[in-house]
């Protein structure tokens, strides 16, 4: 029976008809994206429309879509060919080795549009190609791979077949996440500027990545999965300077770009508040940290730990779940659940999220709701309809390709057990493009197989879900086959960012900003803003480019040594020539920022002098100096090296020390000798003087 259901579902993707031959293996094709990728002088091929997104017997397909030139000089308009084959895919396999673009022997030269003349370089041709599908394949569903060929490019993709109804009322419930998650830039946090807020403005802005994600998906059945870093905004910035003193001078420190990017971040929440919509949502810890880089840094778990207690859902977004943990390297066990448990607030997990490629059912046949051993739900992304997303934007800016690499992938899913419900979660990679989203996702929309379904009903599934592995695999091919075509996230497969060696000196680098924040009229300001530089240092976005994290580091590290040379006494000689007086020195502020409170502290490093009282707390502008006095008493003669450190109010040593060197030439009796003696010598000489006159 369930051969019959097959045969009338795919029209071959179970069981080919008698008229296909399967594929034979042969030599792997150039992907037009991969020739943009390398910088190759050659077209791109870009489709712009393949109409329509289910075809049926006898209909038209007409493909629409332009070559580009990416050379840096004029090329020959080129003849594209669009070529095809009415012999279905036969699984998922075929699927993923199609769209990876593994050649083919059964393609067909369908139709082709002769470009004439020439294609300036960055410019580009439209074309349209069309084919008329016979009805060979009846009432069936079928997935059929058509390649476009420009110029030596090939651009592999796929007509879906949906004629009649599925063979029986099982659907696939298709639940779509979708994370609102920055991109790793190292301008993104630190010091405020044109930098730091285009960086925000590509996220954020009206035209950015995350603003243009929540329109494509607006009419869309979505889980969110959010960095609370996006739900904080910064407080409204006054229109106007404030009167009180305090608030007052804090306002004349924000510059432009803050005030700029304080705005954009408020109504990117804004919107955000607006797309998200009853429990389909989830809040994850502060700047989506990677918990699993904090499993293995033992001297970050309190930081860690406050992260996730810091993704605590409230207020606009009381209704998300806070409980539902998604490592970045996405592997799955009951070990790995035992492991994240003890860095959530109450200890708990409510679900592990991960890859399915992690299950024993690696390619996706088990579904979405799976559990660990001691019964935390566990909920499996299809890793390869999560995957296709990562094609959009330069690869596939309009959608269309990814649309319907989608549909066949599906609906080759929805072949592996059609006579069964089954949930399969798409989620989205960390930083997925949003160009081309919308049209993608309502391509895959359109399928029959399939019906949407939310988080809450995800979660029910799960208690009569299979077991994951006990234990984590090192990587995912110890637990199961994946078999090589399988798209996958280079983001999951990469290591952490963050290590314990950098943590140490990221954290140095912090006490020494925090420390000078004491003494700093913006301290508090300076204290949160590196702060939250390290806290995000923690996030798996970094995963996907460790220079960017890198240069986030510098940033962190070049703060810190500012602030370690921000204030010091100015290393000098000193003379000294008293029993008892005023010690003199002078402090400088290397910052363009006042200091407040500061207070010198000198320790002789022989016994030669003797500080008596230690200086009042001084006053410094920015980039200026002052002259700090002190009681001193000198015991003896001699030269005495004085280490000198600045410290807070609290006693926080401020900066680096210095040394100070003073010659030190006590009084005692002798100074009253010595005057007794001139006194003697210039009587003597006047009593001389008067003399010769008179002797004159």
């Excluded at 579902?9 to 179970?14: E, R, T, Y």
Aim: charged content about 20%; some cysteine.
């Amino acid at each position: 029976m369930l051969g019959a259901l097959l045969g009338v579902l795919m029209g071959g993707m179970a069981s080919l008809p008698a008229s296909s031959a399967p594929a034979p293996a042969a030599a792997s094709l150039v992907r037009a994206d991969s020739l943009v990728r390398a910088g190759v002088a050659g077209p791109t091929i870009r489709i712009t429309g393949l109409t329509p997104t289910l075809a049926g017997p006898k209909t038209q397909v007409v493909v629409r879509g332009e070559v580009v030139n990416n050379s840096s000089a004029a090329i020959a308009a080129p003849t594209v060919r669009l070529s095809g084959s009415e012999s279905p895919l036969k699984d998922r396999r075929d699927v993923w080795a199609w769209a990876g673009g593994t050649a083919r022997s059964d393609l067909q030269s369908w139709d082709t549009d002769d470009l004439a003349g020439t294609i300036a370089p960055g410019a580009s041709r439209a074309f349209v190609v069309r084919h008329r599908l016979t009805d060979s394949l009846g009432d069936s569903f079928a997935a059929l791979p058509i390649a476009l060929d420009a110029g030596g490019t090939q651009l592999p993709t796929f007509i879906t077949y949906a004629a009649g109804s599925p063979p029986s009322d099982a659907r696939l419930h298709e639940i779509l996440l979708l994370p609102v998650t920055l991109r790793p830039h190292r301008a993104m946090f630190g010091d405020y500027g044109a930098a730091r807020l285009d960086a925000w403005l590509a996220e954020i802005g009206p035209e950015g990545r995350l603003t243009q994600q929540l329109a494509a998906a607006a009419d869309k059945p979505v889980i969110w999965a959010i960095d609370p870093t996006l739900i904080d905004a910064p407080a409204d910035i006054p229109d106007a300077r404030p009167v009180e003193a305090p608030a007052g001078a804090a306002w004349d420190r924000i510059g432009p770009e803050q005030k700029a990017e304080v705005v954009a971040r408020r109504a990117f929440r804004e919107a955000l508040t607006k797309a998200v919509a009853g429990d389909d949502c989830t809040v994850l810890p502060v700047g989506d940290a990677d918990l699993v880089a904090g499993l293995g840094i033992r001297e970050a778990t309190a930081r860690v730990r406050s992260l996730v207690g810091g993704g605590r859902a409230g207020g606009d977004f009381a209704g998300c779940r806070d409980d539902i943990v998604w490592p970045a390297d996405g592997l799955l066990s009951t070990q790995r659940a035992q492991e994240l448990a003890p860095l959530m607030p109450e200890g708990t997990i409510g679900a592990l999220l991960g890859r399915a490629s992690s299950t024993p059912a690696a390619e996706g046949a088990g579904g979405a709701a799976w559990r660990t051993a001691d019964g935390v739900p566990v909920l499996a992304y299809d890793d390869a309809l999560s995957n296709a997303l990562l094609d959009l934007g330069q690869d596939d800016e309009i959608g269309v390709v990814t649309g319907q690499r989608l549909l066949a992938d599906s609906l080759a899913a929805y072949a592996q057990d059609p006579t069964r419900d089954r949930e399969i979660l798409i989620a989205a990679p960390r930083g997925v493009d949003s160009m081309g989203l919308g049209v993608a996702l309502g391509r895959l929309a359109s399928a029959p197989w399939t019906r949407t379904a939310g988080l809450t009903e995800l979660l029910t599934t799960t208690a009569d879900g299979e077991q994951v592995a006990d234990v984590t695999p090192t990587d995912v091919g110890e637990h199961t086959a994946i078999p090589t075509p399988m798209p996958t996230d280079p983001q999951v497969l990469a290591r952490p960012a963050m290590t314990s060696g950098r943590l140490a000196y990221l954290s140095d680098a912090l006490d020494d900003i925090a420390v000078t924040a004491k003494v700093r009229v913006d301290g508090a300001e300076q204290s949160a803003l590196w702060t939250e530089a390290l806290d995000q240092l923690f996030s798996a976005r970094w995963r996907a480019d460790l220079p960017e994290f890198q240069g986030q580091m510098r940033r962190l590290r070049t703060a810190g040594a500012t602030a370690r040379g921000a204030v010091q006494v100015t290393p000098e000689t000193i003379n000294f020539f008293a029993d008892t007086g005023r010690l003199q020195l002078t402090v400088t502020n290397n910052l363009d920022v006042a200091l407040t409170g500061l207070k010198v502290v000198l320790r002789p490093q022989t016994g030669l002098l003797r500080v008596e009282q230690a200086a009042d707390a001084v006053d410094i502008g920015p980039r200026s100096k002052a002259v700090v006095a002190v009681r001193a008493t000198a015991l003896a003669a001699g030269s005495v090296p004085i280490r000198a450190s600045l410290s807070a109010r609290d006693g926080s040593m401020v900066g680096a020390a210095t040394t100070v060197t003073v010659r030190v030439r006590p009084t005692g009796d002798w100074i009253y000798w010595s005057m007794g003696g001139v006194a003697g010598i210039l009587l003597v000489l006047g009593v001389a003087r008067r003399r010769r006159r008179r002797a004159a």
